[in-house]
């Protein structure tokens, strides 16, 4: 078997096709077999990244609230050691989240993935998610801060 850039490519691009088939499945502890010990992931909106273990838990607490939570993996490209993955994300508010009572509604929102591999794991995964329409479709909206507050 050769270790042509191809090679390496589809090697990464099936790793991150197999972890997002893993959340998908709710097979959270799976997960460690992707990461790296010193894996780091980055979040949009969040202002401390996290490690593995904490961001399986995040994984594992969001499908608490979401449980028929799926990612539609629209593209996946390689360049080097990194994946980019342009997806939609696809769920069911059936759940309380931040004080809402469950709608029953579908929502639908895309967001983009950059995960860089080494040594076959993930080492580090940096998360752009359109969080504004995630939550409209929950009925929230924005408004300016009141003054002085």
């Not at 010193?38 to 909106?45: E, I, N, S």
């Not at 009572?101 to 752009?128: C, F, V």
Request: net charge negative.
């Amino acid at each position: 078997m050769s270790n042509r850039p191809d090679d390496t490519h589809g090697e990464n691009k099936q790793l991150v096709r197999d972890v997002f088939a893993a959340v998908d499945g709710h097979e959270f502890d799976r997960l460690h077999e992707f990461m790296a010990a010193d894996f780091v992931c980055h979040m949009v909106g969040y202002p401390e990244s996290m490690d593995r273990e904490g961001t399986i838990e995040f994984i594992r607490a969001a499908y608490e609230i979401f449980p028929d939570f799926t990612h539609e993996l629209q593209d996946v490209v390689a360049d080097g050691n990194q994946v980019m993955v342009r997806l939609m994300n696809h769920t069911t508010h059936s759940k309380d989240f931040e004080g809402l009572p469950p709608t029953g509604k579908p929502i639908d929102y895309a967001s983009a993935h950059l995960l860089r591999i080494e040594n076959g794991a993930i080492a580090e995964w940096w998360l752009l998610e359109d969080n504004f329409g995630f939550l409209s479709q929950l009925g929230m909206t924005m408004k300016p801060a009141d003054e002085g507050t």
